[in-house]
């Protein structure tokens, strides 16, 4: 009988290039968003919850521009949103990431996504423009 091959890492590769975080790649993950907020605004509230795949998208809405917070190049982008604005996204991400999905108030999630976040978009995009 032989014995069974143990798991061996592969040698981590090597960084191919590091990140480019210039307003064309802003603009790129925008329109990831905009995307992700499309997808849930086809969905009705009244049927929006946990248990669809539109709910995933909505948090990463938050999540993602939650992100551009952190980002010391996208800060001169971020101060396009007001300071109530950066941190309901701050809390709202902290909630979808951490506490999981039954401390969400599902309504509030899904207005957020499809009437706030289209407008914080539009000034990020025109922030991210005028560079």
């Not at 009988?1 to 802003?26: I, K, L, Q, W």
């Not at 996504?113 to 990020?124: E, S």
């Amino acid at each position: 009988m032989s014995e069974p091959v143990s798991f061996t890492p592969r040698p981590r590769a090597a960084r191919r290039h590091a990140p480019n975080f210039d307003a064309e790649n802003f603009l790129r993950e925008l329109d990831v968003i905009t995307h992700r907020v499309e997808r849930v605004a086809a969905t009705p509230v009244e049927v929006f919850s946990a248990n669809c795949p539109e709910y995933d998208s909505a948090c990463m809405v938050i999540i993602r521009l939650a992100a551009f917070l952190e980002r010391e190049e996208y800060a001169s982008y971020m101060d396009a949103l007001s300071s109530s604005e950066k941190r309901a996204l701050r809390t709202t991400r902290n909630i979808a990431a951490h506490s999981g999905y039954q401390s969400m108030d599902d309504q509030l999630l899904w207005t957020a996504v499809t009437r706030n976040v289209p407008d914080m978009i539009a000034r990020l995009r025109a922030a991210a423009s005028r560079g």
